[in-house]
């Protein structure tokens, strides 16, 4: 609510005899906490704070955009391509209401991505030179997850070159129907909870 990443539980509280009960009421805490959240407001908060310290890096602008965007058409989910995990946190940042699919080559970034970073899921991919391709699939698993009916919209940030520091780019698109061959993930198989995974 305040800015967190995450909230965890100390050593004597995760140690004791109500752990599981500790853990089960501090999830309820944190999403009745986070149902109250204008997102939009906390996004410009949240810019408006940075701004006032420092100029805003082309990165940090990008993912402000990126958010804004998602807010204003409200989008399901926002899908990132990051080399170095910069991009990502960027638009963690900016406090989204919606999950931030971080699709990266790099198994480092992926876990430092998951669940450290709010409202991001990590996938761990080959490459990023397909676009269409991966963005095909992560909008395929959001569907299939629920996290995105047809016709809903997710916002991709992403870049017109492959490498670290390159993402320059912002791209609203729509999740489609199924197809005639099935309903099946194109992910791993664990990869249908829409949690980290690796794409083949």
């Known amino acids: 609510y305040d800015g967190t990443d995450a909230v965890m539980l100390s050593g004597e509280t995760a140690n004791g005899c109500y752990f599981r009960q500790a853990v089960d009421i501090m999830v309820r805490t944190c999403s009745e906490a986070e149902s109250s959240v204008n997102f939009d407001e906390m996004h410009q908060s949240v810019r408006n704070s940075v701004k006032?310290?420092?100029?805003?890096?082309?990165?940090?602008?990008?993912?402000?955009?990126?958010?804004?965007?998602?807010?204003?058409?409200?989008?399901?989910?926002?899908i990132v391509y990051s080399e170095s995990g910069t991009t990502a946190r960027h638009v963690a940042k900016f406090r989204p209401g919606m999950p931030i699919a971080v699709l990266t080559p790099s198994q480092q970034v992926a876990r430092q991505c998951f669940?450290?970073?709010?409202?991001?899921?990590?996938?761990?991919?080959?490459?990023?030179?397909?676009?269409?391709?991966?963005?095909?699939?992560?909008?395929?698993?959001?569907?299939?997850?629920?996290?995105?009916?047809p016709g809903e919209p997710v916002v991709i940030v992403c870049g017109t070159q492959i490498g670290s520091g390159s993402t320059n780019q912002i791209k609203v698109e729509y999740v489609q129907s199924p197809d005639d061959a099935s309903d099946?993930?194109?992910?791993?198989?664990?990869?249908?909870?829409?949690?980290?995974?690796?794409?083949?």
């Open 52 to 78: 006032a310290r420092f100029q805003l890096s082309s990165s940090e602008s990008l993912a402000s955009s990126a958010v804004k965007t998602a807010v204003d058409v409200g989008a399901k989910a926002i």
């Open 115 to 149: 669940g450290t970073l709010k409202g991001c899921y990590a996938y761990v991919v080959n490459s990023l030179e397909e676009p269409e391709k991966l963005n095909a699939e992560v909008m395929r698993e959001c569907r299939i997850a629920g996290v995105a009916a």
């Open 184 to 200: 099946k993930p194109h992910l791993d198989d664990n990869a249908a909870e829409f949690n980290g995974c690796t794409i083949s």
